[in-house]
């Protein structure tokens, strides 16, 4: 590991002030990427700002959503009773993350700002329509994933939470990459009154993304019948040693199946 | 006899273990001690055209940076290859020059060129970034079914077509009559996949320099200590023997990576005489990756030749096998001794021939890794026995029980002579446990839910008890492969056996400890074993090849039958009887048939004393032996595994995995069962998981876990395990050997139970989803096209 500076910010303010003044700053949230990268040397930020003492940790719930803070760990999202009752999807994904190492310190705020194309957040955030609430603004989340690694947040924005609406239906199915264990195809389907969403992560060469045409189709007939018929093309998925375009969209269409019979 | 030979006991090396409290090669601290980081090509093939330290030279804890030309001026060796083998033309193999440190050219991803010494391990890593090393680069071939083809480029100068050497064995042209007369004829394209071994500790040095003494210090993560100590002193010129000590203490796995002596340890001695200071290296997972030898990588094409009644009339066999950049200390060996003199299987075979040309790649080398050519042996008859059964229209067990040895010895057309075995004894054991019979069945309750049921056979058979001195030394063997012992009993009765095997996850400190206890009827807790110390232990050869049962066990069995008779005569002159009457027994010297006897504590106190020994006795009670084996064992067995595939994704489920083993006489089944798990799971991670890929350019893509798919214990089935004994008749304890088995029989069981479920053999390992997947894919348009 390089050598950082490291600071305890008391609040998201104070964080990205402390960033403000940093040469190179990052923020430091669970740590389950940024430290394994830094000591491989691969990632040297001059300051890690850590956002432990800030007060963003916490799950509050107003009717159908919920308000989940952006130091909330995966582990307590998957064993909160708020959000097993109302979106259990959400609770059953995050069960799912890593290792229960990367559960009990990675957090929500940390892998929605990574936008990991593999990650498992940024499936459910895309499909359930949540706002990325930061110190600044609210960003809704088709705006906020904006490509591989890449998100709308500015220079010094910090997420303090994200809320999420429950929809009537909804799960997520993945399929693990053998070596990583991160998603090689993860699809979050959601079904509302405003109709169907199905984001896919792990699959796609550009980060997670909404697929119109399974949308389309479960809008109409919400079974795993419905996306037999539907085409997913090969083309813009991800290529590598573990599976090349035409698998990943085969493992799409089957995770979709799946996520829609469990939901 | 609960402690004895046979007995489930604890592992006596645990409580150290499980409480982290063993002591590893990274947990020895010296004084003075500085830390070494190399600084590594990133190129798979280039030339080295300058390398600029003057900035890492002024970097803060920095101590020193050396680099190649240095080491070749200081007269350091390059490293060698152990086993010399002949092409069929007569001539020598080409050996390319592999320095420890590169002066001239690099010839794969991970090749060191400097080193880095500083105060601190940081500071040594941030220190090797800033070595500004410039190349020439050179085009690289990686691909074993390519490195051979014309034009291709070349990675040592010294191995024209990077023909390492070209060789063969058995008889071609009866081979090649026997399969034209043949009724049916099964061929078969395969490839064993390069694996890399990841033994959870990684390799680490900590070398010291005393000048007062002119003497080294070595402590290092290696199988086999002695032979690193030779090694250094005859071939790298370090130091000589009596100036170079070498102990390899608590090592965490090995599975062969470990045997041979690295680019590393030789730079950390040296360097701790160009400094005067300790000087430590522990690799990180990446550098592992990049630079234990890797096993396997072979690419075979082979024909096996049936009689109209399925019986077999020949097999003949071609390979070629990647060595990577150069070859390391066995590296020759396992494709040619170790591998087609295995190529009879289970089965009578009037004619076998196998052409085998190695050859060089801008890869990592390759070497020994558990099982080392047995593995690939077994995975290609094995597979092909799965193949003509099917072409013949036959059960593949009935195929196989025709073709099996009956009688023994039994002697091979590729060099061995099998001494025991029960192959039909393996087989019933196996399909009794595996209830083959009910398989059917289970096969149409898949069906129902969607998923593809197959099952799969493995015959295998292997040599270890690596081996008869003379016969490998006639076969190009550089070295012995005989085991040394000491038995040393104290004035107060304990026992001390000095080994030259290696434990490092075996067991040794208890099962070398039950045969103590179980000869002499003392209790365990009264029995140290001390290995691991080249000034402690007299001489060895380590632990590899499945050898420290067979051969280790054997020279201490040896040295007790000395230090036996030693207690009969000094018993027999204290109790005033004749030495045939002396009986031992559960730690008492007693004269058969009286009450006149000895406490264990009063002979070991009676030969120290000395008062009352017979005339001419020596004092003490010390006894070494050298044991020889006089053949290979043959540890034998039957594997069934039982598979389910998602179609939809192609994942495998392994449902049953069955072993029925016969490795002779068991000491402990506890931890040969373990030896069995640990085999297996690295056979399923061969046959599902793991694989090395370089790309076109030589650039390895499975550089971390990210990449590289270690088994975990949910890729694992729970095992069903049974033995089938037949002892060995070679060695005094009758022990065949345990360690390597499940790594070579379990792949082709495997990849036969897949090839069974999914019905097309164009499958290649690892069977990862995607493979099955496509396989299952393409099977069905091939049949649509039909």
Redesign the interface.
């Known amino acids: 590991m390089h050598q950082t500076t490291y600071h305890k910010a008391s609040s998201a303010e104070d964080a990205a002030a402390k960033l403000g003044s940093a040469e190179d700053g990052m923020i430091l949230a669970g740590g389950q990427t940024l430290l394994p990268t830094m000591k491989q040397r691969l990632a040297a930020p001059s300051d890690l700002v850590d956002l432990s003492g800030a007060g963003l940790s916490g799950i509050s719930v107003d009717g159908n959503t919920l308000t989940i803070g952006a130091m909330t760990t995966h582990a307590e999202v998957a064993s909160s009773a708020d959000v097993q009752r109302v979106i259990p999807s959400l609770a059953c994904l995050a069960a799912g993350i890593g290792d229960p190492a990367v559960r009990n310190r990675g957090t929500i705020g940390g892998s929605v700002a990574n936008n990991d194309p593999a990650a498992d957040y940024p499936a459910a955030m895309l499909g359930l329509g949540a706002t990325i609430v930061t110190n600044s603004r609210e960003i809704v989340a088709e705006d906020f994933f904006t490509g591989m690694f890449s998100t709308d947040l500015e220079e010094g924005e910090v997420i303090t939470s994200v809320k999420v609406t429950a929809p009537e239906r909804s799960a997520y199915a993945k399929f693990p990459n053998p070596a990583s264990r991160y998603a090689m195809a993860g699809v979050f389907v959601a079904k509302s009154a405003g109709g169907v969403r199905v984001a896919v992560t792990g699959a796609g060469d550009d980060g997670v993304f909404r697929h119109e045409g399974l949308e389309t189709a479960l809008a109409s007939d919400f079974s795993a019948g419905a996306v037999d018929a539907v085409p997913v093309s090969a083309d813009s998925m991800l290529h590598d040693i573990h599976g090349d375009g035409a698998y990943r969209a085969q493992l799409v269409k089957v995770m979709a199946k799946r996520a829609v019979e469990a939901a | 006899m609960s402690e004895g030979i046979g007995a489930r006991v604890k592992r006596k090396e645990d409580k150290r273990f499980l409480t982290g409290k063993g002591k590893y090669t990274d947990d020895v601290r010296m004084e003075n001690q500085a830390y070494a980081a190399f600084v590594r090509s990133h190129h798979a093939h280039a030339k080295l055209t300058g390398l600029d330290t003057s900035v890492a030279e002024r970097m803060p804890g920095v101590i020193a940076v050396l680099d190649g030309q240095e080491m070749t001026a200081d007269g350091i060796g390059s490293i060698i290859c152990g086993w010399a083998i002949t092409s069929k033309d007569g001539s020598p193999m080409n050996m390319g020059t592999w320095r420890p440190l590169a002066d001239d050219k690099v010839r794969y991803v991970g090749d060191a060129v400097a080193v880095v010494i500083a105060e601190s391990p940081?500071e040594a890593?941030?220190a090797a970034?800033k070595v500004e090393a410039t190349f020439e680069l050179l085009p690289a071939v990686a691909a074993t079914d390519e490195t051979l083809n014309p034009g291709a480029p070349q990675v040592h100068e010294n191995a024209p077509g990077n023909l390492i050497y070209d060789w063969e064995l058995g008889d071609a042209g009866a081979t090649d009559t026997a399969l034209a007369g043949s009724a049916h004829v099964t061929e078969i394209e395969l490839t064993n996949n390069r694996v890399s071994p990841n033994p959870m500790e990684p390799r680490s040095a900590v070398a010291t320099y005393d000048e007062a003494e002119d003497h080294y210090t070595l402590y290092t993560t290696s199988q086999n200590p002695h032979v690193a100590r030779l090694v250094l002193s005859a071939f790298y010129q370090v130091a000589p023997e009596h100036k170079l000590r070498v102990i390899a203490p608590d090592v965490g796995g090995g599975f062969g990576a470990k045997i041979y002596i690295y680019p590393e340890e030789i730079t950390c001695l040296w360097a701790s005489m160009k400094t005067k200071r300790s000087v430590k290296w522990t690799s990180d997972r990446?550098e592992a990756f990049m630079t234990d030898a890797h096993g396997r990588d072979h690419v075979t094409t082979a024909k096996m030749g049936f009689d109209a009644s399925g019986k077999i009339t020949g097999f003949k066999v071609d390979t070629i096998a990647n060595l990577g950049a150069y070859m390391s200390l066995f590296s020759s060996a396992v494709p040619t001794y170790l591998y087609a003199t295995l190529l009879s299987g289970q089965y009578n075979m009037p004619n076998i021939h196998c052409n085998v040309r190695a050859a060089y790649t801008n890869t990592a080398p390759v070497d020994a890794y558990r099982g080392a050519g047995r593995p690939e042996a077994s995975y290609l008859i094995e597979r092909i026995m799965e193949k003509a059964a099917r072409e013949l229209g036959m059960d593949p067990a009935d195929l196989r029980r025709k073709n099996f040895i009956q009688s023994f010895p039994h002697e091979t057309p590729v060099i061995m002579t099998y001494d025991a075995g029960d192959f039909d004894g393996n087989m019933d054991k196996a399909q009794a446990a595996a209830d083959v019979a009910g398989f059917p069945a289970r096969k149409a309750e898949a069906a129902s839910r969607g998923k593809l049921r197959g099952l799969g056979y493995s015959c295998y058979i292997e040599a270890c008890g690596l081996a008869p001195s003379k016969a490998v030394g006639s076969l190009g063997a550089g070295v012995g492969l005989w085991e040394s012992a000491e038995v040393r009993m104290n004035p107060v009765g304990t026992i001390e056996i000095l080994t030259g095997s290696h434990s490092h996850g075996q067991g040794h400190e208890t099962t070398f400890a039950q045969i103590v206890a179980d000869r002499f009827g003392v209790p365990l807790d009264s029995v140290k074993i001390v290995h691991g110390d080249t000034d402690q232990v007299q001489f060895g050869m380590g632990t590899y090849g499945s050898r420290s049962g067979a051969v280790g066990m054997s020279a201490i069995a040896k040295a007790m039958d000395k230090v036996e008779a030693k207690i009969k005569k000094i018993a027999a002159h204290q109790l005033e009887a004749s030495e045939d009457d002396i009986v031992i027994e559960g730690g008492e010297v007693k004269v058969a048939g009286t009450d006149k006897k000895m406490l264990w504590h009063e002979v070991g106190l009676a030969a120290y004393t000395a008062h009352n020994l017979p005339e001419g006795m020596e004092p003490g009670l010390k006894e070494g032996a050298f044991y020889d084996p006089v053949n290979f064992t043959f540890p034998s067995g039957t594997y069934i595994a039982e598979v389910e595939i998602d179609p939809?994704?192609?994942t495998v489920e392994i449902c049953q995995f069955t072993a029925a083993d016969d490795f002779g006489t068991i000491i402990n089944p506890m931890i040969v069962e373990g030896q069995v798990h640990g085999g297996v799971a690295q056979g399923i991670g061969q046959a599902l998981?793991e694989e090395v890929?370089y790309d076109k350019q030589g650039h390895l893509?499975?550089g971390s876990?990210?990449?590289?798919?270690?088994p975990r214990a949910d890729d694992l089935p729970f095992y069903t395990i049974e033995h089938n004994t037949t002892v060995c008749p070679n060695n005094p304890l009758g022990i065949k050997g345990c360690g390597e088995a499940g790594a070579i029989g379990s792949p082709p069981a495997i990849i036969n139970a897949i090839t069974d479920a999914i019905g097309t053999e164009d499958i290649s390992m690892p069977a990862?989803?995607?493979r099955v997947?496509?396989a299952l894919r393409k099977g069905a348009s091939d049949m649509a096209a039909e």
């Open positions: 940081g890593r941030a970034e990446n939809e994704t192609g998981l890929v893509m499975t876990y990210m990449d590289y798919t270690m990862t989803p995607q997947w496509a």
